[in-house]
Nanobody
Framework: QAQLVESGGGLVQPGGSLRLSCAASGNILTIYVMGWHRQAPGKQRELVAEITDVYTDYADSVRGRFTISRDSAKRTVYLESNSLKPEDTAVYYC?????????????????WGQGTQVTVSP
């Protein structure tokens, strides 16, 4: 099984910055997709950004302000969030598409982190 642990959330003033991290552990053979999603109170969870070997994509609401990056050797994905706005307030979840097990017997599935709160307020 794979587990994800997030860190880096907190309270920040409008215009400020935060860096979120998410590290994967477990018997992981491959990670195909690393991404960040968020859920604000009363709203559906939405994709913020994701990264693979061939592309990086962002939600329109964060493009130009947020940057997703990864360290494949550390199985870690980062989200650099700049020029934060009150509407960025949400619980941020890390999500990865992983393959776990052995080369003879394995499974591919999505795994989620526990979430980290980001609050943007004066």
């Amino acid at each position: 099984q794979a587990q994800l642990v997030e860190s880096g959330g907190g309270l920040v003033q409008p215009g400020g910055s935060l860096r979120l991290s998410c590290a994967a552990s477990g018997n992981i053979l491959t990670i195909y997709v690393m991404g960040w999603h968020r859920q604000a109170p009363g709203k559906q969870r939405e994709l913020v950004a994701e990264i693979t070997d061939v592309y990086t994509d962002y939600a329109d609401s964060v493009r130009g302000r947020f940057t997703i990056s990864r360290d494949s050797a550390k199985r870690t994905v980062y989200l650099e969030s700049n020029s934060l706005k009150p509407e960025d307030t949400a619980v941020y979840y890390c999500k990865m598409r992983v393959v776990t097990g052995t080369r003879k017997s394995n499974a591919e599935y999505d795994v989620w982190g526990q979430g980290t709160q980001v609050t943007v307020s004066p």
